[in-house]
């Protein structure tokens, strides 16, 4: 699967941007989708995840309603609305796709391909 992110960009506290996924390759449905984040200096985090029906959705509670995950699986695309958004958010913004299991994960090896990424900075 090749994972193409995009969407990112300057936008000042408490504004809202929407990062986009789209996947081609393999058969997207096949595939749980995820979002982590990496800030600088920092570690990559877990943001949200999404079944490959859409029938099971986690979020990080940093990010719980605030961000909202969603899939277009006839547009093999995985979206991520953020809305509220604060400088605490301002990270590299990473799509991932992991081969469907029994359970959804929110771990970072549980998914088998990644995007380049996409910058969000949040101003004050």
């Known amino acids: 699967v090749q994972l193409q992110a995009s969407g990112g960009g300057l936008v000042q506290a408490g504004g809202s941007l929407r990062l986009s996924c789209a996947a081609s390759?393999?058969?997207?449905?096949?595939?749980?989708m995820g979002w982590f984040r990496q800030a600088p200096g920092k570690e990559r985090e877990f943001v949200a995840a999404?079944?490959?029906?859409?029938?099971?959705?986690y979020y990080a509670d940093s990010v719980k309603g605030r961000f909202t995950i969603s899939r277009d699986n006839a547009k093999n695309t995985v979206y991520l609305q953020m809305n509220s958004l604060n400088p605490e958010d301002t990270a590299v913004y990473y799509c991932?796709?992991?081969?469907?299991?029994?359970?959804?994960?929110?771990?970072?090896?549980?998914?088998?391909?990644w995007g380049q990424g996409t910058l969000v900075t949040v101003s004050s």
């Open positions: 991932a796709a992991g081969f469907t299991r029994s359970l959804l994960s929110r771990s970072i090896s549980a998914y088998d391909y």
């Open positions: 390759g393999r058969i997207f449905s096949n595939y749980d």
């Open positions: 999404i079944a490959w029906s859409g029938g099971s959705i």
